[in-house]
């Protein structure tokens, strides 16, 4: 079952802009991590964010947490056409060791 | 170094067929995991193997199983092949995603399409 939701579920912009999605989750967390994937290829690893971190940075991208409201927040600086592809959120569960992902966001960047 | 390689790539079999895709992991990484995606479904877990053994088990029917062989190497099988199990199987590898966790590296899919 999905535990992650991300929002929205579809985003375009142009080259320049940038982008935020969002994501929201039910249960308690180890961490919660962003994934990339291009036109229905492997997932690529964006970033990491542990239950008791609350931003983290890497790049062009910065992402936050508040656990309070379960929900997590992804946002891609200064966006490049290359940078269109679906993006998942996935939750690392307490206790166990795989992923729930969300429903992914596509983001469209043109040119 | 060489990252999580799955094989085939693409595969077309008929109903009530078996089906056996491979996944080899990142030298060194002893968890392997299995998702499988489909447009309405999504990313849906399947199972995770960690030294030979099978350590999480996803909702899914007895018809879909896995193994793990001593050099990591995953394997995953699925038997009376159903047109509902056309999808994308995504193998990921990790050094050891505990409760600490880690970043899953994923491998490019094998496209398995049921006829």
């Known amino acids: 079952s999905q535990q992650g939701e991300e929002d929205p579920q579809a985003l375009s912009i142009q080259e320049g802009e940038n982008a935020t999605m969002n994501c929201s989750y039910k249960t308690s967390i180890n961490n919660l991590q962003w994934y990339r994937q291009n036109s229905g290829r492997g997932l690529v690893h964006l970033i990491l964010i542990r239950s008791n971190e609350r931003e983290k940075h890497s790049g062009r991208l910065r992402v936050t947490l508040d656990t309070s409201k379960k929900s997590s927040s992804l946002l891609i600086t200064a966006s490049r056409a290359a940078d269109t592809a679906s993006y998942f959120c996935a939750t690392h569960n307490s206790g166990y060791s795989t992923l729930t992902f969300g429903k992914g966001t596509m983001l469209l960047v043109s040119p | 170094k060489a990252g999580v390689t799955q094989t085939p790539r693409y595969l077309i079999k008929t109903r009530g067929q078996q089906v056996t895709l491979s996944c080899s992991p990142i030298?060194?990484?002893?968890?392997v995991s299995w998702y499988q995606q489909t447009p309405g479904q999504g990313l849906q877990f399947l199972f995770e193997?960690?030294?030979?053994?099978?350590?999480n088990k996803g909702n899914f029917p007895g018809r879909f199983s896995g193994r793990q062989f001593s050099n990591s190497r995953s394997e995953m099988n699925v038997s009376t092949l159903e047109l509902g199990d056309s999808a994308l199987y995504l193998c990921?590898?990790?050094?050891?995603?505990?409760?600490?966790?880690?970043?899953?590296?994923f491998g490019s899919g094998t496209r398995l399409t049921v006829v």
């Open positions: 193997y960690f030294s030979e053994t099978q350590r």
């Open positions: 030298s060194g990484h002893r968890s």
């Open positions: 990921a590898s990790s050094a050891n995603p505990g409760p600490e966790g880690y970043g899953y590296t």
